[in-house]
């Protein structure tokens, strides 16, 4: 059973690259490469997750829940919820429009949502 630490490391390994290379090419502090590879450290955000997985040129699928091609899951639990993401065209729409709304107007769409 592999961690995300361990897909990260195995993957910047495998590439030949230092924990400064892949900060530079994803855009963070090395310190925080340090924290994806250890163990007990931080969970990448989903923009730095698409960002090493482009980096360090394996599949998101892999990087993210450890699976291979043709769908086997190398182990059962999931490295980030799955429920903290959209979930279908319309909400990733619509996360997608929320984010780059300023804040005020993004204040108002919540209270008119929380308000149903």
């Not at 963070?28 to 482009?54: N, Y």
Request: glycine letters at 8%.
């Amino acid at each position: 059973m592999t961690t995300l630490a361990d897909r990260i490391r195995s993957a910047r390994r495998q590439a030949q690259y230092t924990r400064q290379n892949v900060a530079r090419g994803v855009g963070v502090a090395v310190s925080a490469v340090g924290q994806w590879e250890h163990p007990a450290g931080t969970t990448p955000s989903p923009e730095h997750m698409i960002a090493l997985a482009g980096f360090l040129d394996v599949s998101l699928d892999w990087l993210v829940f450890g699976r291979i091609a043709g769908g086997g899951a190398a182990h059962a639990p999931a490295a980030v919820e799955l429920t903290l993401f959209a979930q279908d065209d319309f909400e990733e729409h619509m996360l997608v429009l929320c984010r780059s709304a300023d804040a005020e107007l993004r204040s108002v769409v919540l209270a008119m949502l929380a308000a149903k």
